[in-house]
């Protein structure tokens, strides 16, 4: 667990992939593997996503990638556990579901449930997350709201999800307010760059946000 909070701290980003094809799901990550990227999320939203998880993990551990792999979208206990025993690194939950936290817990798994308030965000603390994702955090108030919710609050550790782009500007904004990491998907991978993705088409859109993110150090 301290070696995914670690990991997610230190790149401080979390690229997110979805309702991908097993072809571009390999794709990105021998990508995010030649980039240097350590995490990435893919969200099961699609019926074939234990299938989709179970080549991904199958290509990090063949080829020796130093490469965690969190799952996103987890709305219940019974998926937290399949997809913890299909070899998930850490789930990441769009909401708090209490049971997906004890689960979590009493096996020793990193959790990243959603909130949207104050309340939520101490509350799934409370039930042992990890770091609180927050979404939609551009909805929500953006950095401004981080700040005003981490002043009584100076130990939540926070990654804001919905709203985050790849512009510098934008980065620096959430990182300013003080967040762990921050969640990013569609602005980073759209729909027509998977429909024709490349190795190389990804991995230059990692090397440009990791340029980025170097220079905002």
């Not at 792999?69 to 299909?86: M, P, Q, T």
């Not at 049971?99 to 798994?109: A, L, P």
Request: charged share 20%.
């Amino acid at each position: 667990m301290k070696n995914v909070f670690e990991t997610l701290a230190t790149q401080r980003i979390l690229p997110l992939i979805t309702k991908i094809d097993i072809p571009t799901a390999e794709i990105i990550v021998e990508a995010a593997h030649l980039a240097g990227i350590k995490t990435l999320e893919y969200a099961a939203r699609s019926a074939d996503a234990p299938e989709v998880l179970e080549a991904i993990l199958k290509q990090v551990k063949a080829k020796g990638y130093d490469l965690l792999i969190g799952v996103g979208s987890v709305l219940n206990a019974a998926h937290a556990k399949l997809y913890h025993e299909l070899g998930a690194d850490y789930i990441v939950s769009p909401h708090i579901e209490e049971e997906v936290g004890k689960y979590c817990k009493e096996h020793d798994v990193f959790w990243i449930p959603g909130a949207s308030t104050l309340n939520e965000a101490v509350y799934a603390t409370k039930l042992g997350a990890g770091i609180v994702k927050l979404f939609p955090a551009d909805y929500l108030g953006g950095p401004g709201f981080i700040k005003a919710i981490s002043s009584p609050f100076p130990t939540l550790k926070l990654m804001p999800s919905g709203g985050v782009t790849t512009e510098a500007e934008n980065l620096k904004s959430w990182f300013d307010a003080g967040v762990v990491c921050v969640g990013i998907g569609s602005n980073l991978f759209s729909a027509e760059l998977l429909k024709t993705a490349t190795v190389a088409s990804v991995k230059a859109r990692f090397d440009d946000l990791l340029n980025i993110l170097e220079q905002l150090k």
